[in-house]
């Protein structure tokens, strides 16, 4: 294996999963821009078959929200990220760097002492730079409640529906938790590094007021519009499935951001492709491999 100096960025976010009925112990300005950014280093692995590749996975994303209060915000997002995928002793090479281009709005809403209401629409672009942006928009939409099951426990039902490139929208519940397990350790849906299939499920350990160490699951799938000329599949589809286990240790700057390192792994992996008739042209399993990553986020 070889590894890569992971690019790093400053970032700022409004949190959209988790801490969802811990009303922080500050107050945030009425308007409040935003800026994240964050760079995942995947090391370079084996495919079967032969030959081998890795990513590095970076992006930054700004935006601003109006918070009535904490439990009641609509924030407005746009951002830019890269898939730099290095393909080593292949005669064909599928795909080169992958532009991901996003616009997302968020809005969570507190009904009464309880109830929580949470919509997150979003669209998006993923494609293999040189190829048109417009082939490659798609649509999703998160929404739910979450209710407040006294102090310990918040629990809700959600669903998304995920657009996918020449695939039909994907439709699937999510269950919304967050549940204090103990006074420092908790169980949180969280979501993912930039852009993915759904959120996954985060064990949280707050070691003091200001850190924080976690252990996240998901499994993300990623699709996205390929020149495809070398693999015979002009204007084609990319596809990267994954299923990545990563741990986190993170330092807040109380109300203004955080920052948090990234070590993990990927324990499963698939890349494959298919033309623009929907034929597959490519396809190729990958053995699991180390990630280590950084992420930051500040608020004005």
Same mark, same amino acid.
Request: proline residues 4%.
């Given at each position: 294996?070889? &590894?890569?100096?992971?690019?790093?960025?400053?970032?700022?976010?409004?949190?959209?999963?988790?801490?969802?009925?811990?009303?922080?112990?500050?107050?945030?300005?009425?308007? +409040?821009?935003?800026?994240?950014?964050?760079?995942?280093? #995947?090391?370079?692995?084996?495919?079967?078959?032969?030959?081998?590749?890795?990513?590095?996975?970076? /992006?930054?994303?700004?935006?601003?929200?109006?918070?009535?209060?904490?439990?009641?915000?609509?924030?407005?997002?746009? !951002?830019?990220?890269?898939?730099? $995928?290095?393909?080593? @002793?292949?005669?064909?090479?599928?795909?080169?760097?992958?532009?991901? $281009?996003?616009? =997302?709005?968020?809005?969570?809403?507190?009904?009464?002492?309880?109830?929580?209401?949470? %919509?997150?629409?979003?669209?998006?672009? $993923?494609?293999?730079?040189?190829?048109?942006?417009?082939?490659?928009?798609?649509?999703? /939409?998160?929404?739910?409640?979450?209710?407040? /099951?006294?102090?310990? *426990?918040? *629990?809700?039902?959600?669903? &998304?529906?995920?657009?996918?490139?020449?695939?039909?929208?994907?439709?699937?519940?999510?269950? *919304? &938790? @967050?549940?204090?397990?103990?006074?420092?350790?908790?169980?949180?849906?969280?979501? +993912?590094?930039?852009?993915?299939?759904?959120? +996954?499920?985060?064990?949280?350990?707050?070691?003091? #007021?200001?850190?924080?160490?976690?252990?996240? +699951?998901?499994?993300?799938?990623?699709?996205?519009?390929? @020149?495809?000329?070398?693999?015979?599949?002009?204007? =084609?589809? =990319?596809? #990267?499935?994954?299923?990545?286990?990563? !741990?986190?240790?993170?330092?807040? /700057? $109380?109300? %203004? !951001?955080?920052?948090?390192?990234?070590? !993990?792994? @990927? *324990?499963?992996?698939?890349?494959?492709?298919?033309?623009?008739?929907?034929?597959?042209?490519?396809?190729?399993?990958? #053995?699991?491999?180390?990630?280590?990553?950084?992420?930051?986020?500040?608020?004005?």
């Amino acid at each position: 294996m070889k &590894v890569k100096g992971c690019i790093a960025f400053v970032l700022l976010a409004v949190s959209v999963y988790s801490e969802t009925n811990r009303v922080p112990r500050f107050s945030f300005p009425r308007w +409040g821009p935003s800026i994240k950014a964050g760079s995942v280093y #995947d090391f370079e692995t084996d495919m079967d078959g032969g030959g081998s590749f890795d990513v590095n996975r970076y /992006f930054i994303e700004a935006g601003i929200a109006r918070m009535w209060s904490f439990d009641r915000m609509i924030a407005v997002s746009a !951002g830019f990220g890269q898939d730099d $995928y290095q393909f080593n @002793n292949l005669g064909t090479q599928p795909w080169n760097n992958i532009d991901a $281009y996003r616009l =997302g709005l968020f809005a969570r809403w507190r009904l009464d002492e309880n109830w929580v209401l949470f %919509a997150g629409p979003s669209v998006r672009s $993923y494609s293999e730079t040189g190829t048109s942006v417009g082939d490659a928009l798609t649509g999703s /939409f998160f929404g739910g409640a979450s209710y407040r /099951f006294g102090d310990r *426990l918040t *629990l809700g039902p959600g669903f &998304v529906a995920a657009g996918q490139i020449e695939e039909r929208t994907q439709y699937f519940p999510v269950l *919304l &938790v @967050n549940w204090n397990i103990t006074e420092r350790l908790s169980l949180e849906t969280g979501g +993912g590094f930039a852009a993915t299939a759904g959120p +996954g499920l985060s064990l949280i350990y707050n070691l003091s #007021d200001r850190w924080k160490a976690g252990l996240s +699951g998901r499994y993300e799938k990623k699709r996205f519009r390929i @020149n495809g000329e070398e693999i015979r599949a002009p204007n =084609g589809v =990319g596809e #990267d499935r994954s299923a990545p286990l990563t !741990g986190s240790l993170t330092y807040f /700057f $109380y109300p %203004a !951001g955080y920052v948090s390192g990234i070590i !993990g792994y @990927n *324990l499963y992996g698939k890349l494959s492709a298919d033309d623009a008739d929907g034929n597959s042209v490519y396809e190729r399993y990958y #053995d699991p491999t180390p990630i280590v990553g950084f992420i930051a986020s500040f608020r004005f």
